[in-house]
């Protein structure tokens, strides 16, 4: 069965909702430019991101426009985990070697991503978020390797950031 028969694919449906929107991006990005303290903070990727925006990805300029804060799941399956079992159960995926290079994702998203701050695709967690009057906001992402196994249970890891008032740049702490 193919994707036009109804039978949509992880890959295919996710491809499909998050890929392109680049003019209404940019669009929406252009209208909020000068707004003081722009953060965005969302969810539902399976990961954790901190990212700069820019009206125009392909040609950042030197100043961002805001920041995003994006978590992943405290109990869904991570990013890498999904792609990870998607590439090992395809033969074809396979023979191209994608097994191989899925751990690097995060290494490689950041490569060729420089609005990226930080990526964290295969981690459980949640955000803190703390707004300090007019000084700054911080984002603390908890982060844990595996919430299945209650025995084996260890303490978060805390990756903070932080970005001043009337700044657009994501300080890590």
Request: net charge negative.
């Amino acid at each position: 069965m193919s994707a036009r028969d109804g039978d949509i694919t992880p890959l295919s449906r996710d491809a499909g909702i998050r890929h392109g929107f680049r003019s209404e991006r940019a669009r929406i990005l252009g209208q909020l430019a000068g707004v003081r303290n722009l953060i965005a903070l969302s969810g539902d990727i399976h990961a954790n991101y901190a990212s700069h925006l820019h009206v125009d990805f392909d040609a950042p300029s030197a100043t961002p426009v805001g920041c995003e804060f994006t978590v992943t799941g405290i109990s869904s399956a991570p990013a890498h985990e999904q792609v990870q079992k998607l590439v090992d159960a395809s033969p074809l995926l396979n023979a191209f070697g994608l097994s191989k290079i899925v751990p690097e994702f995060d290494t490689n998203l950041r490569a060729t991503s420089p609005h990226i701050t930080y990526a964290a695709s295969n981690t459980h967690g949640l955000a803190l978020v703390e707004v300090d009057g007019d000084r700054e906001l911080r984002v603390e992402f908890l982060e844990i390797d595996d919430v299945s196994a209650s025995s084996s249970f260890t303490a978060p890891r805390s990756r903070l950031f932080a970005v001043p008032s009337g700044s657009a740049t994501i300080t890590p702490r």
